[in-house]
C-alpha cells in the first residue's frame, strides 16, 4: 500500500507518518494575536488586515531595507539569516512549508511507501530556471546529491544523511529512497537550504557565488553590489499564474539602526525588515506605517568553544551559564522584546522544548564553586567575539562581560566584521562568540547542524554521544508525543551541559509604509510569501 500526498489533500493537511515533521518548531502563534504576546504590548500581528477589495495590483518594486548583506548566497551553503531572506524569493524548492503546513512548489504531487522509505515527487511541467531551462528530475538529483557532498561544504549536509539514493525515473519523476523513516523529511525539502538549483549553472566557473542566479523562484537576479544592494526582476515564467505582483525587490542593507528607522519613516524604503528594538513602540505608533510581528524566531545565545580550554570542561561552562542573568540580557540587548531562554535552544511553546526551566535566578555562589572544582577558583580571562556591527549583540556582549566578571572570569571583547567572525568561527579561532540560531521549521535541522558531530554550524565541533543518540532516533520517531519526548531530553542535556548559553528568543517585527498590501507572516520562519505581497498605488 502506499501513501498518496497530492494537491488536494492539502487542503485539510499532510497525513500519516509525515504529520509528525510538519509541525515543525511548534505552532506559530494565531494571526489574530489573541494567545501569544510580544514580550512587552502583548500582541501579534502576521497579517495585512488593510487590504482593499478586489484583486490586487501588479506592478511597482519593493523596496526593501536590511541590516546587512550576507557573506554567502549560495542556498546550499548559507548560513545568514539575511541569505534566506533573499534566496527565498529566487530559488525554490520541491515543496513550501507555510504555518506548519506542507504546499506544492517544484513537486505538483507526491507519494510515499508504506514503510516510509520512498518518496517519489511528480515534477510540474510549467517549473522553469531563470535561465529559461526547464526544471527536471536531474536538477532535483544533482542539487540534492551537491548538498550531500563534502566539497559543498553545506551547513546542514548531516540532516540529508538519511538520503541514500536520489533517482530521476523520468524528466518529471524523482525517486528519493531513505535509509530508514524520517519524520522531517518533507519539512527538510521544504526549506530554501533544500533548493533546486540549475546545474548548469552551479557548475559553470564561479557557481551559485550571489553575481550568478541557478534559481527557479518568483524572482530572479537582476544586479549586487556587495554590501550595499541586490535587486530582484521579476521571474515572468515562475509557474504559479498571477504571481509574484511586483515587477521586482529591491534590497538595501544599512547597519545602523537610526539610519533604518529613518528611512522607513521617510518613505525611502517601503518595507523595514526587523528594525532596532528600542525603535518599534515609535514605530508601531507612527500612522502612517503598518507593523507586523511580535513572534520571535532567533535564538540567541552565547558560544563556547569546547575544543580549547578551560571551555572543554562541563564545570567551566555550567559555572557560566548559573551566572547568567537572562531577562537582564534581554532587558538591555532588546529593550526586553522577547523571551528568556532558561533552558535548551527552543522557546518554551514549541514542539520538542522544555517546558520547565533548567536555570532560574543567577547563582553566583555556586558558580564560583564549579570554577574552583574545575580548577580555576580565582576564575580567567577571556575573549568574547562580536560581530561589530551588530548592535543587540554587542549589548548582549556588553551585559555578559558585567556578568561573568561577578564569577572571576574577565572577558575582553573582541568586535569584528562578520566576515571575520564567519571565517574565526567555521575554523574555531575564538573562545566565546556571541551569536545567534533562526529558529527552523523542524527542530531536526537545527539541532542536527549545530549540535551534532560534523555539523557544519557546530562551530567548536562540540560532541555529545547521548544527545546525538536522541536527535538521530528523534528525527527516525513516526509518533508526534514520543518524538516530543525525545528532543526535551536532547535539551535537557543542552541545557546542561552544551556549548551554548542561551540566552533569549527575541520578537521579531517588519514595519511597512500604508500601501503595502499582501503581508502574511509566518514565524516558523519563511519569507516565501514575499511573493504575494503587492503595492496598492
Sequence with gaps: MRTRFMTRLLAVGVVTALAAGCSGGGEPPSPNGDNANDGLTGNVRLEDESQPAGDPKPGGRLRIMIRLDANELDPHRMSETS???????????????????????????????ADG????????????????????????????????DPATRAPRARSYEGITSVTALDEQTVEIKLGKPNAAILTLLSTAASSIVDRTVAEAEGGLNGSVDGGSGPFKLASRVAGQ?????????????????????????????????????????????????????????????????????????????????????????????????????LNVANSGFGTPLNAGYLPP??????????????????????????????????????????????RSAEVEQQQLAKIGIKVTIESVEATIADTKTKSADFDMYQSGFGLTYDPDERFTASFLSGGGLNYGNWSDPEYEDLVVRARS???????????????????????????????????VQKDVMGYRGDPTPTYRFYRNIWLDR
Excluded: C
Aim: without cysteine; charged residues 30%; negative net charge.
Design 117 to 148: 522509505l520512498t518518496l517519489t515527487f511528480k515534477l510540474r511541467d510549467n517549473a522553469y530556471f531563470h535561465s529559461g531551462r526547464q526544471v527536471t528530475a536531474a536538477d532535483v538529483k544533482y542539487s540534492i546529491e551537491r548538498i550531500q
Design 349 to 394: 511553546d514549541r514542539f520538542g522544548a522544555l517546558s520547565e526551566p533548567v536555570y532560574g535566578e543567577p547563582d553566583i555562589e555556586k558558580a564560583k564553586s564549579l570554577l574552583a572544582e574545575a580548577g580555576y577558583p580565582d576564575g580567567f580571562e577571556t575573549n568574547l567575539l562580536v560581530i561589530a556591527t551588530s548592535a543587540f549583540q554587542v
Design 477 to 511: 520517531e513516526l509518533d508526534r508525543d514520543k518524538r516530543d519526548e525525545l528532543y526535551q531530553q536532547a535539551e535537557k542535556i543542552l541545557a546542561e551541559r552544551g556549548p551554548v548559553a542561551m540566552t533569549f528568543l527575541n520578537a521579531d517585527f517588519d514595519v
Design 83 to 113: 541569505a534566506f531572506v533573499i534566496n527565498e524569493q529566487v530559488y525554490e524548492s520541491l515543496v513550501h512549508s507555510y504555518r506548519g503546513e506542507i504546499k506544492p512548489a517544484i513537486a505538483e504531487s507526491w507519494e510515499q511507501s
Design 229 to 329: 544592494a541586490i535587486k530582484l526582476d521579476k521571474h515572468d515564467r515562475y509557474w504559479e499564474p498571477g504571481v509574484p505582483y511586483l515587477d521586482g525587490m529591491d534590497f538595501t542593507f544599512n547597519p545602523d539602526d537610526n539610519a533604518r528607522a529613518a528611512a522607513i519613516r521617510s518613505g525611502t524604503v517601503d518595507f523595514l525588515w526587523r528594525p532596532a528594538p528600542e525603535f518599534i513602540d515609535a514605530l508601531k505608533r507612527d500612522e502612517d506605517l503598518k507593523w507586523y510581528g511580535g513572534s520571535g524566531s532567533l535564538s540567541l545565545h552565547l558560544r563556547l568553544n569546547t575544543s580549547r580550554a578551560p571551555f572543554d570542561n562541563v564545570k567551566v561552562r555550567q559555572a557560566i551559564y548559573l551566572a547568567l542573568d537572562r531577562q537582564e540580557i
